[in-house]
């Protein structure tokens, strides 16, 4: 009887994949990381945020967080992003919080080809990030919202945990070495 190839893991297609989804709170550098992923590998990248309707951003520009009803139209907006991409088998990197395991669900469920990351740090260390950046709607004091709301993922999830201790160059060398990505990957 000739070898068997192993079964592919949840959430990884067989050729590895073609859409990641760099998750975190906010802060946590998912733009940054995102990037440069993107750069790196010669993908498309999209800003999570950039996906938010007028009313969410001004209601995280006033200091009251989101709540699920509100995520779910932009949640879905991503999602079809992410369909888009991959129907047109053009591979692609999107930040997105993705705090809650339903929101990671609903950006991954029947697309084994989205890999998702989550970018893991301490509240303190977030924190002082975000008192340095500027122009950005999403204030420190609602950090406490995102930690609140954060279910980090369970092994079942198939999720990549990057620690941001190192530079962003070095978190995404990690990525990309966990997840086996070279820019052959086109």
Known sequence: MPPTEPPTPPGRAP?????????????????????????????????????????????????????????????????????ERLAKGEPGVVSCS?????????????????????????????????????GHFFSAGLLDSQFADLELPSPDENVLTAHITGSPGETVAHIREALDLTPACR
């Open 98 to 134: 993705a705090l809650k395991r339903s929101y990671r669900e609903l950006l991954t469920r029947g697309r084994p080809e989205v890999a998702v990351v989550l970018l893991d740090g301490d509240r303190d260390t977030i924190a002082a990030r975000m008192r340095k950046r500027n």
């Open 15 to 83: 050729d590895g994949p073609r859409v990641i989804l760099v998750a975190g709170v906010s802060g946590s550098g998912k733009s940054t990381v995102g990037i440069l992923l993107a750069e790196s590998l010669g993908w498309d990248y999209a800003e999570g945020d950039a996906f938010h309707p007028p009313a969410n951003i001004a209601k995280m520009s006033a200091g009251r967080p989101l709540d699920d009803a509100d995520r779910l139209p932009w949640l879905r907006l991503i999602a079809a992003w992410i369909d």
